[in-house]
C-alpha cells in the first residue's frame, strides 16, 4: 500500500489523479441533478457566437479534433473520464519503469515533465482506440428520426473550409448542441460562414448544407 502510495502522489501521477477525480466529482453531481451532463460539452464546444477569430477558433479546434479521430458524438464528459483514468494508469506505470531522483531538482521536475508528456499521448491514442466502437455502438442505438430532429437548422462552420470532401461544424439543437462533418458540393464555405442543413447523407455520417444566405434567397446560388 505504501509503495502504491509512492507512486500515486508523485509527479506527474497525482495530477492525472486530480483530473480524473473532478471527473469523478462531476459525475457524482450530475447524477443528483446538480449539472447537466452536456454542460461541458456545450462550455467547451459551443461559444454560441458567429465570429471567426480569438477563442473561437480553439473551440472549433477542439471539435473538429475530436470528429477527425472518430469520437464526434461521444459526450465530451466520457471521453475526458476515459482519458484522465488511461492517462493516470500509463503515468503509473512509467513511474515504476523510470527512475525519478529525489525532491524537487530541475532533473526531476523536466523527468516529471517527459513521463506527463507521453502519458498524456499515450492516454489520448488509448482512448481513441476504446471509444471509438462506442460511437458506432451509439449511432446504432439512436432512434431513425435523429436525423430529422436537425434537418433544416442553422450552423456554423468551423474547420477552415467545407467542400464537397472535407469540412465540419456545429449546429445548435435546443440542447447541449451538434458537432456534425458538413460537405457542400456547390462552392466552398468558409470559416465562420452560417449554413442550412438541408440534407443527411447517411452513408458518410455528413451533413449536406448551403449558406444561410443562399437558403434565405439573399444570395444567388452557383451556375
Known amino acids: 500500500m505504501a509503495t502504491f502510495l ?52 480553439s473551440i472549433g479546434a477542439l471539435a473538429g479534433l475530436l470528429l477527425k479521430v472518430g469520437l464526434g458524438g461521444i459526450p465530451l464528459t466520457v471521453i475526458l473520464t476515459v482519458l484522465f483514468l488511461l492517462s493516470w494508469l500509463i503515468s503509473y506505470t512509467l513511474a515504476h519503469a523510470v527512475p525519478m531522483p529525489e525532491g524537487w531538482t530541475l532533473l526531476n521536475i523536466a523527468t516529471g515533465t517527459g513521463l506527463f508528456a507521453a502519458a498524456a499521448v499515450l492516454g489520448f491514442i488509448t482512448t481513441v482506440i476504446v471509444l471509438r466502437p462506442l460511437r458506432k455502438a451509439i449511432a446504432m442505438v439512436a432512434p431513425p428520426e435523429e436525423a430529422k430532429i436537425v ?10 473550409i467545407v467542400n464537397a470532401s472535407q469540412g465540419y461544424g456545429s449546429v445548435e439543437d435546443g440542447g447541449g448542441g451538434l ?45
Open 151 to 160: 434537418l433544416g437548422r442553422s450552423g456554423l462552420v468551423r474547420s477552415a
Open 6 to 57: 509512492q507512486y500515486a502522489l508523485s509527479f506527474p501521477t497525482f495530477i492525472f489523479g486530480m483530473l480524473l477525480l473532478s471527473m469523478l466529482l462531476y459525475w457524482v453531481i450530475a447524477i443528483f441533478g446538480l449539472v447537466d451532463h452536456h454542460t461541458i460539452d456545450h462550455w467547451a464546444l459551443f461559444d454560441g457566437s458567429h465570429h471567426s477569430h480569438g477563442p473561437e477558433d
Open 179 to 223: 458537432n456534425v462533418q458538413m460537405r457542400s458540393f456547390d462552392r466552398e464555405l468558409a470559416r465562420g460562414t452560417e449554413v442550412v442543413l438541408i440534407e443527411h447523407m447517411k452513408e458518410h455520417n455528413a451533413w449536406r448544407v448551403v449558406s444561410k444566405a443562399e437558403f434565405d434567397g439573399t444570395e444567388l446560388p452557383p451556375r
